[in-house]
């Protein structure tokens, strides 16, 4: 088998044992597909790891930023508790429709809002609310802003929080130095910011699956 294979063949068997999916999930993933977004959702398995990070973590308060159709939404929704908040930023009014419903099918409407619009337009309209610390931040959304969500995640957290920023490895392509194109840019001004700024501790990790070859970054807050 080749490589791509025998990563879908164990993403599967991960999957089946450790993340099935249920009718909610499964659901989401088809209104997504269905309404036209793009397949980049995470996998259940990056879903579920979501979900025990918040867990880990006692979160009580989410901050999302890229909801798309909802699906990492939801997984992270079922790890509050039932006064938790999950805010989540969608540039897209399609992808916050659907995504909507999805959440809404998944009983957790009364946890999680969608706001739509540019979330660097977002994000300020936020602070100014003065809302209490995020124990997690998730960012996944346009890769070129990764080192801006990063810092207004500092904003919005405390000594303790959790920002996880997904898609770092960009198929390898992070490690060029001399690579143009804004994806790169902005994501190795972020791993260089968690790297460099005295308020985090971070690491990033590879990984292989049915989404190709990737990986993620997690940053702990520290003061």
């Known amino acids: ?6 990563w879908d063949a164990v993403d599967a068997y991960f999957t089946a044992h450790l993340t099935p999916d249920d009718e909610v999930t499964r659901a989401a993933l088809r209104d997504s597909e269905a309404a036209g977004l793009p397949q980049v959702n995470v996998t259940a398995n990056q879903g579920k790891l979501l979900q025990l990070l918040a867990q880990i973590q006692g979160a009580r308060t989410i901050l999302e930023i890229g909801t798309l159709g909802g699906y990492s ?6 790890a509050l508790p ?10 897209d009014p399609k992808h916050a429709e659907v995504a909507t419903r999805n959440i809404a099918r998944a ?4 946890l999680v809002e969608v706001r739509v619009g ?8 936020l602070a100014d609310e003065n809302p209490p610390p995020f124990d997690l931040v998730f960012i996944d959304a346009d890769k070129a802003n990764n080192a801006r969500y990063v810092e207004w995640a500092l904003r919005l957290t405390s000594a303790g929080s959790l920002i996880v920023v997904d898609n770092v490895v960009r198929g390898g392509r992070v490690a060029d130095v001399d690579s143009s194109t804004p994806d790169v840019q902005g994501t190795r001004a972020a791993i260089e910011l968690i790297g460099t700024h005295p308020r985090l501790s971070g690491t990033a990790v590879q ?3 049915s989404k190709g070859y990737d990986g ?8």
């Open 216 to 223: 993620f970054a997690l940053a702990r807050v520290l003061a």
């Open 73 to 78: 939404t939801i997984w992270l929704g079922r």
């Open 1 to 6: 088998m080749s490589d791509s294979q025998i």
């Open 107 to 110: 009983g957790l409407d009364k």
């Open 207 to 209: 990984t292989v699956g």
């Open 118 to 125: 540019a979330a660097l337009d977002s994000l300020p309209h």
């Open 82 to 91: 039932a006064d938790g908040r999950l805010i989540s930023l969608e540039y």
